[in-house]
DNA sequence: AATCACAGCATTGTCAACAATATTTGTTGA
DNA sequence: TCAACAAATATTGTTGACAATGCTGTGATT
């Protein structure tokens, strides 16, 4: 996970946020505070921000090169999503959903998604039927060579993407949201065996919209997520040494 | 509290907002933005501040007697809930959704609703039925009294509280953001027989759900949603000239 | 009379200093 | 050694001033 690239100011900068910085994307000109959010975002959904893990204001600034005012308004909005909690004069965590909060999520999601699925068989265009073929595609190719933290990204994407191939931009983000959670919810609770979505099971669904099947579909996309659900155990919680752990790092 | 300021500077608000400050309701020794977003969240579910009102925060710093970073931080917060649109260099404006927009507020909702009144009528506890119960009693009442205001608040509300009788607050909270977004919507392309739901739908859902019957109650949310729907026209979207309406107030 | 340029004003965006609070570190005493 | 207390540091919260941008009204020119 994050370790190498920051040449300059290894110990200045927030764990796993920064990390794809240093890749061939070239950063938007003016970095506003979306872009603050989507990193963040993406941090959480690979696992490479575990929960209750701090956000120093001071540390994203350096990371991300802003002022503090976009840290500020991202941590916000971040907060109205969930994703992190805001602590008055404590600062910013990211967010340690309880059991209580993961059956919320994971009812919200097993209310939308199967919906959602039968909807895309209702009129899928050819265009997202292919879009969503590639991500299938992904999915393999990342499982058999065996990279995790891609796999574990496109497993949560491919939820979103069948969202978006609904062609409600709406309920998409609504999904994102609830993904982003769950990453949350599956690293904390999550048996190791669960990290990702179980093989294949996204790849059925797909051939299920596929075939103009839409009870399969839903059917299909309600036992994937009570799959997910069952893989969580929630009377042993992972041990939380986030703070241990930085300190080992960073020395 | 904040109830003395208001008498003197009596046309520097904003439109709609601050009515119910003169009200009997204590205000919260601190304000914090979240008072703020209800405030602006109620105005714009109520029909008191139309779409494409532009909100002037230095205006809204005097209407709610806060500094300009709270107000920032409340329009922040409802743009990213689609209530408000932020135009850099311009200031923010209630959001004023087209009809894709609409469609896809809608077509959410026609997902979301009819699976949530279904629900809860798989387990409902005695006290969540009973609030729904002294929801309709205050509706009808207050369609008896021609409280026009009263009605158009409580008829959406209504939606939200049903949500809320599933006992997934992450659900209400969808629900919340997009029947608030559906009374802009109404606002703008409603007929004017359709401002509030039609009559007895709301108590024929309950019914529905007393009797335990939960294809009923789907199907009647289904169809209920769908007689809104139709209620709009939008073709012929209706004038906004807010901007002269605040001018003829104002001086 | 209509149009354009420009100046002045109003509003929003940004930043840096300051205040308030929490956390860590250091010290003292039993 | 440990606990309790106090100083020092770090972090967050808030405010105000300033910069940048957009808007409006005036007047000159055609």
New binding site residues.
């Given amino acids: 996970m994050g370790s190498e690239q920051k040449e300059r100011f290894p110990d200045e900068r927030v764990d796993g946020i920064a990390m794809a910085e240093t890749t061939k994307i070239p950063l938007p000109s003016r970095i506003?505070e979306t872009f603050i959010v989507e990193r963040i975002f993406s941090a959480v959904m690979e696992h490479r921000l575990a929960p209750a893990t701090?956000?120093?204001?001071?540390?994203l600034c350096d990371t991300f090169g802003?002022?503090?005012?976009?840290v500020?308004r991202a941590l916000l909005l971040l907060s109205s999503q969930g994703i992190v909690d805001?602590?008055?004069?404590?600062?910013?965590f990211v967010a340690s959903p309880g059991p209580v909060e993961a059956n919320e999520v994971f009812g919200a999601r097993a209310l939308l998604e199967p919906a959602i699925a039968r909807q895309v068989v209702a009129d899928i265009e050819p265009e997202r039927m292919e879009m969503l073929r590639q991500h299938i595609s992904l999915e393999s190719e990342a499982r058999n060579n065996s990279r995790e933290t891609d796999l574990i990204r496109l497993s949560g994407e491919f939820h979103v993407k069948l969202a978006l191939a609904s062609g409600n931009s709406i309920l998409a983000r609504a999904v994102r949201e609830l993904v982003t959670r769950s990453s949350l919810i599956v690293g904390l609770f999550g048996t190791s065996s669960h990290a990702t979505c179980p093989a294949d099971e996204h790849s059925n669904i797909l051939c299920a919209i596929e075939n103009g099947d839409s009870d399969s579909a839903e059917t299909q996309m309600v036992e994937h997520l009570n799959r997910i659900r069952d893989g969580l155990n929630f009377s042993a919680p992972k041990p939380q040494e986030r703070?241990l752990a930085e300190i080992f790092r960073l020395k």
């Fill in positions: 506003d701090k956000l120093n204001e001071h540390k802003v002022g503090r005012m976009r500020r805001l602590e008055t004069n404590k600062g910013a703070d």
